[in-house]
């Protein structure tokens, strides 16, 4: 059974920080492409940031380009994403998700994703 956990969410203030992990159990991550997202209340989910261990795919959307890392820890089967100087429009709730078969920014394309962890920047 395929299992994401998301953590490292919270509030902070603009120009924060934040580390966001996301645990993946019965999926090597190593062997698909990885990605995280982002849903604000009344937006449709967008593609933050995605990578595959083949290096054939490693893309940032352009609002949080310079500003957050995405990488992968294959001895801890996990996904990090380094997000820095947070701005009020990157509050969302995030997450994780995979795709098997390819690396695209659409996330009808991904296959598995995790439940999400929220992160809120204020002024």
């Known amino acids: 059974q395929v299992r994401f956990t998301e953590s490292g969410g919270g509030s902070v203030q603009a120009g924060g920080s934040l580390r966001l992990s996301c645990a993946a159990s019965?999926?090597?991550?190593?062997?698909?492409?990885m990605g995280w997202f982002r849903q604000a209340p009344g937006k449709e989910r967008e593609g933050v940031a995605r990578i595959s261990t083949g290096g054939n795919c490693f893309d940032y959307a352009d609002s949080v380009k310079g500003r957050f890392t995405i990488s992968l820890d294959n001895a801890k089967n996990t996904v990090l994403l380094q997000m820095n100087n947070l701005e009020p429009e990157d509050t969302a709730m995030y997450y994780c998700?995979?795709?098997?078969?390819?690396?695209?920014?659409?996330?009808?394309?991904?296959?598995?994703w995790g439940q999400g962890t929220q992160v809120t920047v204020s002024l």
């Open positions: 019965g999926l090597p991550i190593g062997r698909n492409a």
């Open positions: 998700a995979a795709d098997q078969k390819s690396c695209r920014p659409d996330p009808a394309t991904y296959d598995y």
